[in-house]
């Protein structure tokens, strides 16, 4: 083979001929948003190519998060194909409030088999036009007994997920577990179970706990770093409303008051900023309309 000659769709172009294929080429085929103002804004939407990590401890948020996000993506007309190796599918579109939203998932899950996914996929896809994917979660798709070393092997799952995202313009949300307990206060990215190939290789890493002392449904969401914003450590106070997670506007990082966010004003007793009152009538507006 003559490589001064070569031809073919691999071969090395310049930037400006890069360009011009790419002209008529849309920017982005899914632009979503949360419906979460302060996640929308460090975000700037969430779109095709992307992986982003949901993580955090057990019983922290994580599943609800997705769906709260499900429901957002589902009144834009995006529908989710979802994979929910937790629980059973009975148990999962009962935690969804009525009317159910309009998602799809495969009617028989099979576990650590990531070439099946892959096929589900595109099934979907081709079926029903479906580029949002959320996976609950990563350790479904690996078989970690049979893994002689599990990090590194994670790591070429994650980029193997991350690959598919950009060739097949997916959005892909992955739900991971983490090493620590919800009562460690120091949960980042470096807190994900088994590899941290996870969060090398992800677009973005969002850390999600409940925080009970501030509130019996509320929670504490920290958007670890976005690579296409530039966002680090932002942090979202949020709680569950009308069965789905919604934001606290909050001054501080330190912790919102439910008790004070209701009324919008600064508690005689309290030194700290007060929470104003919840912005749901912006976006709860997006899961009503």
């Known amino acids: 083979m003559n490589l ?13 001929e890069m360009q011009l294929k790419l002209k008529d080429k849309p920017e982005s085929l899914v632009v979503v948003k949360s419906f979460i103002p302060s996640v929308d804004k460090y975000t700037e939407g969430f779109r095709d190519g992307e992986l982003t990590v949901i993580s955090g401890p057990t019983k922290g948020g994580k599943t609800l998060l997705a769906q709260s996000l499900t429901i957002a993506f589902a009144k834009q007309q995006y529908t989710p194909l979802w994979f929910s190796f937790e629980v059973p599918a009975k148990q999962f579109l009962s ?20 070439n099946w996914f892959k096929e589900r996929c595109e099934e979907s896809f081709l079926k029903y036009h ?13 078989d970690l007994a049979r893994l002689r070393n599990p990090s590194l092997e994670i790591g070429q799952i994650i980029r193997q997920l991350k690959t598919l995202a950009v060739e097949k313009g ?5 739900l991971c577990h983490t090493t620590k307990g919800g009562s460690d206060p120091n949960l980042s990215y470096e807190s994900i179970r088994d590899s941290s190939f996870i969060s090398q290789e992800s677009d973005s890493v969002m850390m999600i706990k409940r925080t009970p002392e501030d509130g019996e449904t509320a929670a ?18 949020l709680f569950k409303h009308n069965g789905y997670l919604v934001e606290i506007e909050n001054d501080t990082d330190s912790g919102p008051d439910l008790a004070r966010s209701a009324e919008g004003r600064r508690s005689p007793e309290s030194s700290s900023p007060s929470s104003r009152t919840l912005s749901g009538k912006d976006y709860a507006a997006g899961y009503d309309r």
């Open 4 to 16: 001064g000659e070569y031809s073919d769709e691999d071969q090395v172009i310049s930037s400006y």
């Open 95 to 114: 935690q969804f409030r009525d009317p159910l939203p309009l998602i799809y998932m495969p009617q028989r899950l099979k576990a650590h088999a990531l």
């Open 130 to 142: 479906t580029r949002i994917i959320f996976i609950d979660h990563l350790h479904y798709l690996i």
């Open 170 to 174: 997916y959005l892909i949300f992955l």
């Open 220 to 237: 504490r969401l920290r958007i670890e770093f976005h690579r296409r914003t530039g966002v680090l450590e932002k942090v979202v106070w």
